[in-house]
């Protein structure tokens, strides 16, 4: 969606599978696009930019994205001059209990896997969302001479949502993401070793929310937390660790 059917985005990648991804809108550079999963602000807390990147993150649990362009600085801050984007996971279906399994395998030993169960009554609504894929790769360096070292990925997640009907005018709702990725790539130094290079990602977020809804008004208290650990080797396997986290609480009343 995000890199075919869009006027105005610029979606790049800088590699394969778990390299470097990430979109501007309207020729905006990437800071100015915001970027939320079930509301929670996705971006990396361990960047002083503290840009944006899908890298790590899997289609399987996405039930659909709201782009909306031009500038949102209004309602989502100063770093919306571009647009944003609402990315939204999966819940619960009214329609029963499902079960759901989808497998897919392509060349260089990429493998893909899915499973899902959800299920809805009056009160409750769940979803709950495995993956798990392992692409050998190919390398993304040209020329790279005898090594021919495959940039290889895995990454492994989980996407958890639970609703609670309160009362006719009471309604909880959870989120839970995590990821676990890990990603050999090229030393850019043809001198290093091209096995050394690589990052390993912890993601996670949460949300709650207590929303109210009366007559006119729609009242919202919501928690959002995100939380990154990286963990990188380079091409003379010196080890690097990176971690940030972002927490909030906000409140949006309507009428």
Do not use: C, W
Request: glycine share 10%; charged share 20%; hydrophobic share 25%.
């Amino acid at each position: 969606v995000l890199d075919d059917n869009l006027v105005g985005m610029n979606y790049t990648s800088q590699g394969g599978y778990g390299t470097v991804s990430m979109i501007q809108l309207r020729g905006i550079p990437k800071r100015y696009s915001t970027i939320y999963i079930d509301g929670v602000k996705y971006s990396d807390p361990a960047n002083p930019v503290n840009d944006a990147y899908f890298s790590n993150l899997m289609n399987n649990s996405i039930e659909r994205v709201e782009v909306l362009r031009g500038t949102q600085s209004t309602l989502y801050g100063s770093h919306a001059i571009g647009g944003t984007i609402n990315i939204f996971t999966k819940k619960g279906s009214n329609k029963g209990e499902k079960n759901k399994m989808d497998f897919s395998s392509g060349s260089n030993g990429t493998n893909n896997i899915s499973m899902s169960h959800n299920g809805a009554n009056e009160k409750h609504d769940y979803y709950i969302g495995v993956n798990k894929f392992y692409t050998s790769g190919i390398s993304a360096m040209n020329n790279e001479g005898s090594t021919q070292d495959e940039d290889s990925y895995n990454n492994e997640g989980i996407i958890a949502n639970y609703g609670y009907k309160i009362n006719d005018t009471l309604r909880l709702e959870n989120g839970l993401r995590y990821s676990n990725s890990f990603l050999n790539y090229d030393a850019p130094n043809p001198s290093q070793n091209d096995e050394n290079p690589s990052t390993d990602d912890t993601e996670l977020t949460y949300n709650m929310k207590l929303i109210q809804k009366s007559g006119k008004s729609k009242n919202q208290l919501i928690y959002n937390y995100f939380d990154l650990e990286r963990a990188t080797k380079n091409g003379n396997n010196a080890a690097s660790n990176y971690s940030g986290y972002r927490d909030s609480i906000n409140f949006i009343g309507e009428y």
